[in-house]
Nanobody, 121 residues
Framework: QVQLMDSGGGLVQPGGSLKLSCKAT????????MGWYRQAPGKERELVAN???????NYVDSVKGRFTLSRDRSQNTMYLQMNSLKLEDTAVYYC???????????????WGEGTLVTVSS
């Protein structure tokens, strides 16, 4: 059973930086995909950044050039470095991982509890 523990959110001023962490209970490179979603109040959850096996990281247009995904295999941890934060980045950020136990199995989603990022003057 996969468990994800996300952390690193907080209150920052516009232009500030935060680094989110997501620690998994197993080898993160075993996942079909892994990344971050966010959900602002009253809005749908949206994909912020992710990678899929064999591919390069993907970023939503609004964060390109400001957010960066990274991974530490030995720590089973994925990071999201967020720079030049804007008011519109305020949301609960959720770590996500997609796994597939076998080729014939359905893909399964795992989620962190969410960590709140608040950008405010």
């Amino acid at each position: 059973q996969v468990q994800l523990m996300d952390s690193g959110g907080g209150l920052v001023q516009p232009g500030g930086s935060l680094k989110l962490s997501c620690k998994a209970t197993r080898n993160i490179f075993s996942f079909v995909a892994m990344g971050w979603y966010r959900q602002a109040p009253g809005k749908e959850r949206e994909l912020v950044a992710n990678w899929r096996s064999g591919g390069s990281p993907n970023y939503v247009d609004s964060v390109k050039g400001r957010f960066t995904l990274s991974r530490d295999r030995s720590q089973n941890t994925m990071y999201l470095q967020m720079n030049s934060l804007k008011l519109e980045d305020t949301a609960v950020y959720y770590c996500n991982a997609v796994s597939r136990p076998c080729i014939e199995c359905r893909e399964m989603d795992s989620w962190g509890e969410g960590t709140l990022v608040t950008v405010s003057s």
